[in-house]
């Protein structure tokens, strides 16, 4: 199981990240793969995956290691993923709120290497103590980080700096037809620092949050597809 007891609702309907927990698991690998970082976010089961420091490039050709998975199975994370993609976002490109079909049981993790963006997620699992609620937090090249995203939780990125440059990584692949479902960006109260993004026809056609019947509901035991 992932989380036994998920994060206490917090009052705010912008939730903010509690303090960083360095799980060493280094004895776990005989590589000695850094330990990870990281970061429960406010949303249940929604997390920030950091790199911790260490590694065995030398100062002028830094490692960012975007996955390991003994250490995502340590910590209980997705391991198998089904696609990767990178996406490139010029400057005010939005992209989002999307979330993959309830079949999917979709796990997917954003990391962002060139630029800087906003990532935001809304919490779409009926049941769940943050129903509806949302949360954002900034990706940057400067600040090597993943946003976690579990089931039923909807995400978009807003490129504030660009190009942005973002690997996708995901437990199912996407669907070409529909690409997914989702709910429009200015629907759920996110404090987006553009009232006229770019956006694709797809996201702009997105049914608001007020009117967006969720098929997800949420689950107190292991709900991360891929993990062992």
Request: proline share 12%; net charge negative.
């Given at each position: 199981m992932l989380l036994k007891n998920p994060p206490a609702v917090r009052p705010s309907s912008a939730p903010k990240a509690g303090p960083a927990k360095n799980v060493d698991t280094s004895h776990f690998c005989p590589c000695k793969a850094p330990p990870v970082l990281v970061r429960e976010l406010a949303l249940p089961y929604l997390m920030?995956?950091?790199?911790?420091?260490?590694?065995?490039a030398d100062a002028a050709h830094p490692i960012t290691q975007v996955f390991h998975a003994a250490e995502f199975a340590r910590l209980g994370l997705a391991i198998r993923f089904a696609?990767?993609?990178?996406?490139?976002?010029p400057p005010r490109a939005m992209r989002g709120l999307e979330v993959?079909?309830?079949?999917q049981r979709a796990v997917t993790m954003?990391?962002?290497f060139s630029g800087r963006v906003l990532a935001a997620a809304v919490d779409l699992r009926v049941g769940s103590p943050t129903y509806q609620q949302t949360l954002t937090l900034e990706l940057s090249a400067g600040k090597p980080a993943a946003l976690y995203v579990p089931p039923g939780v909807a995400h978009a990125v807003y490129a504030l700096e660009g190009p942005a440059v973002l690997l996708y990584k995901a437990t199912a692949a996407r669907a070409r037809d529909c690409g997914g479902m989702g709910v429009r960006w200015d629907s759920t109260g996110i404090a987006w620092p553009d009232a006229e993004p770019v956006l694709s026809a797809r996201d702009r056609a997105l049914p608001r949050l007020a009117d967006f019947r969720s098929p997800f509901r949420f689950e107190r035991k292991d709900e991360e597809?891929?993990?062992d």
């Open positions: 920030e995956i950091m790199p911790a420091a260490g590694s065995d696609e990767e993609y990178v996406v490139t976002a993959a079909p309830p079949a954003i990391w962002c597809t891929g993990s």
